[in-house]
């Protein structure tokens, strides 16, 4: 993942895990995050993203994301990771030594990511478009063995 790509996923942990209600608020949230970047950076991927400002629960202005259910604020903080993981996952198919995933738009290279990151055995890689997975069986490993192993890294995929 880029860094501009890592940046914008730090920017939404940001804002799902606090109430932020001025971009400077925002620029040192992200700066503790590592990731040092001018105004007209923020505001351009706060366009992109399409944050907006609501009232939050204290009565005052905060920013928000729209229609991002994995971004939306929490009270207890999860991982950039865990998030697209827990919603972003729609079914997984196997041919022969494929697995096909489908995922909600946008979150197959997240998913993607993290499998490749993980460590299974079962899996030799991945190639991730915007919402499908191509995973790669190693040699000799049956379906339900990946699929047992992906549950451990997917945990969507256990609801199935």
């Known amino acids: ?7 914008i996923e730090a ?3 940001a804002i799902a895990q606090q109430e932020l209600g001025s971009q400077e608020e925002i620029l040192q949230a992200i700066a503790k995050r590592g990731f040092v970047v001018t105004q007209a950076s923020l505001s351009r991927d706060l366009r992109l993203l399409r944050a907006v400002k609501v009232l939050g629960k204290n009565g005052r202005k905060v920013y928000e994301l729209p229609d991002e259910s994995s971004y939306k604020r929490v009270s207890q903080s999860r991982s950039t990771l865990e998030m697209p993981l827990t ?13 096909v995933i489908r995922t909600k738009p946008g ?3 997240s998913i ?3 499998i490749d990151n993980s ?8 190639i991730a478009g915007h919402d499908t997975i191509f995973a790669l069986l190693t040699a000799g490993t049956m379906p339900a063995e990946a ?6 890294i997917i945990p969507d995929l256990e609801q199935q």
């Open 1 to 7: 993942m880029g860094t501009r790509n890592r940046r």
């Open 11 to 13: 920017l939404k942990t």
């Open 87 to 99: 919603t972003g996952f729609e079914s997984i198919h196997f041919s022969g030594n494929i697995a």
């Open 107 to 109: 979150y197959a290279a």
């Open 112 to 114: 993607a990511h993290h």
């Open 119 to 126: 460590g299974v055995p079962e899996i030799l890689g991945t």
């Open 147 to 152: 699929f047992k192993a992906l549950t451990q």
